[in-house]
């Protein structure tokens, strides 16, 4: 499933954001591996956001609400109704990843 970035609008493959992405970041390579296998909750502490940012990735409450990515272009900013929007759904589903995703998918968000 693809979802969108907020700010530039590229798609991003779900399987991608949840497995793949952490390898963008300068993380050693064990410490990626370990990544994937920790709970949602755990996969954006601020040290792991931190990481993610220094290469152009900033998520929302999940790892699929891309607020930026590495194809933005610099400086660009979010659309705030957009930001909104994804961040009352996130809320709603934000047990239940794969609803999200669908439903992120469905609206073209
Ligand atoms: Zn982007």
């Given at each position: 499933?693809?979802?969108h970035c907020t700010t530039c609008g590229e ?42 940012r220094?290469?152009g990735w900033e ?7 891309v607020v930026h990515c590495p194809c933005c272009p610099r400086d660009a900013e979010a659309k705030p109704?957009l930001l ?26």
């Open positions: 499933m693809d979802v798609p991003w493959d779900t399987y991608h954001l949840w497995h793949e992405a952490v390898f963008d970041t300068t993380l050693p390579e064990e410490e990626a591996q370990a990544w994937r296998s920790l709970p949602q909750a755990r996969k954006l502490s601020s040290r792991y956001r931190a990481e993610f220094a290469v998520f929302g409450r999940t790892m699929i609400n109704e909104q929007a994804k961040a009352e759904l996130e809320a709603m589903l934000e047990d239940d990843p794969d609803g999200l995703a669908a439903t992120f998918e469905d609206l073209d968000l």
